[in-house]
């Protein structure tokens, strides 16, 4: 090659560099405070005239959600042609770890589910927008009041009750009536962790086979503190240091997890694990519904994976146990968008939408989640009736919030890791005084 | 004094180098130095990665280093991983190259076969085997009588597991450098040896052994900056537990820039580490040169 065809090739590779970098930059989309200056809301054109709009949803993998999102999604496309809506789904064990490096990025996904426990935290540190001129008073008041505290922060919504969820005990029905053991039928009857391990213990006994586990979750240990704290929390008295697991200004667990209830509920957590040999250690895919679990502690939308996945098993559902005081977690993912999105309007919409009682019912046609509207828990008639209205009973009498905070995805972070080391069979006074230590050092931040 | 002026081609040629260079200097440019000086910057600021909300710190990031006792904890955690894995690594791929030497190819194949793996695949695999309840190794320890072993559940046992790993996913690269070490000593030195009457043992002792060393220093260094970046099986297989018994630094980096959205501390750590590495590798170089 002569030198000047060199130095043409060059110029040329340099030139085009150039101008896709130009491009790139003309091509990015207005911000949407800048589209809200110049088209007000009320003078957007007819779906047909506007610019088409390719919104990113990412939510975590779960019974029946992909399919039920599709929906919802296909009736939103629907009433918005202009609109496509892409999926991303994450296996549920990777999306805590994944959610805030897509929120770090620099174009996570325009709608996001986030842990009701984890909203205000992300709210806090702007990674979400608020979501409070979506909502009127009467949606507010429809929802749920526990997901309305949990999104909102400094007066303003950030995450749109969609779903929620309180935890139920799945048993199989073959092995507890081989057993002769009949579990209680609604919340006043539920049983004690004592009562459960001595009843189940029998029914892993009289099983046909020795390799049933006594108790599964949907993931073993569970890492998600929406699972395992509730047990913890059981052991103290309403109101007590030991129930709330937090200070009241989510900045401090000195006290508050490290109580003699709270350390007396650790050796019983692991006792199910090491000393029963109840729970499995380690992930056992699929255990309940192929007939090697006799429990199974999950969410409602549990039941539909199993009649769909598994139509041979006999099950049934059961309240939570407790040690002191009836507990279960009232939380769910919800829906958010993302500071750093560049559609926040369309976001919006799409979001209401999918809160809005036609967007629930197009979810629910296809998976019966527990919808966050009271109007539709009271209506829908799946939840007046057993098994499902054990997981109602429960959100109206025992459920709670869990501990979060502007610290919430940290502390769930840690707490959960914790009990899945004690689970594990760690040193109990080691493991809760190192994660004590590093929660108050890194909660600090907050005050 | 006279000076001879290059010729118009070496001119010529020179500046064809340098445009043809120019492709990867770009390229080091934009994914090394830029990257480097912006973590260098960051260290001295408070950034709050979700937000992109950014205030200098001056050298607070540093102090807060210098007194953190779970910086002091993962640090020690890395030692004591870099100790159970380098040396014996090492040896392993020295025993091995010299057993494969003269051995047939594929043997040479099967023991690179898990360098070339995906770190992802081995780390999942091996998470299978080491299973509390299910898993392969204690199935196999089973069958002989010996109790399940906590393998990752247990704080003592839980990083010479994934030492463990770690040494038979690498062995087979640092065997593949002592082969090639080992085939550039010339033959006519042991041949000359061997008449003198010197033993195997003395063959390796005082001709492959002293002139290997550019090869161990190499594989030293290199092994130990990949020991102390060690991140990958350790967030897959054990997220730093039990107890932070694998709490490693590069996964306190990764918790403080993404957990604790705390960029600018990540960034300080990273860059410690980077420093300490740097004067390791010096060092390791300087005391191989003066020997």
Redesign the interface.
Known sequence: MN?KL??LF?FVLALSVAIVGCQSTDDEPAPAEELAETVPAEEVAPAEEVEPVTLRFMFPEGAGRGPGFDSAIAAYEELNPHITIETESIPFGEYG?LL??Q??GDSPADVALVDSSAVIS?AY???IVALGDIFNQSDVDDFLPSLVDQSTYEGQMYGAPFFISTQGVFYNTDMFAAAGIDPPTSVEEAWTWPEFVENVSRVVESAESDDVWGLVFLSNPPGSISWSLPVIRSNGEPGSNTFMALSADGTEVSGYLDTPEAMEAYQFWQDLYVEHGLA?????PDAFGNGQAATMISFSAWGSVLNNVFPDLNWDIMPIPYLETHIVHASHFMPTVA?KSDYQEEAKAFVQFLSSTEGFMAYYDVTSDMPARISLLNGLEEFQVRPLSIFKDELLTVAHAAPGGPGG??YG?IVG?LL??IA????IE??VD?AVT?LD??LTQFK | MDIKRPSAHAIEQYRSALLLSVPALVGLAVFWYMPTIQAVVLGFQDYNLMSGSQAWTGVENFQTAATDPLLRLTFLNTVVYFLMEVPLQMALALALALLVRRGPAWLRTVILVPTVTSMVVVSVIWGLMYHPNSGLINSLLGSVGVAPQPFLTSAQQAMPSIALLMIWKNVGFSMLFFLAGLVSIPGNYYEAAETDGANSAQLFRYITLPLLRGTVVFLLITNTVTAFKVFTPIFLITEGGPINATRVVVLYIFENAFRFNKMGYAAAISVLLALFLLIISVYSLRVSRTK
């Open positions: 030198t060199r130095y060059v770890g805030p490096v929120f770090a992300y540190n702007g990674a499995p250690q380690g992930d056992v500071a995805a940290i972070d890791s899945v080391d594990q069979g760690a040193d080691a493991a190192a590093e050092a890194q």
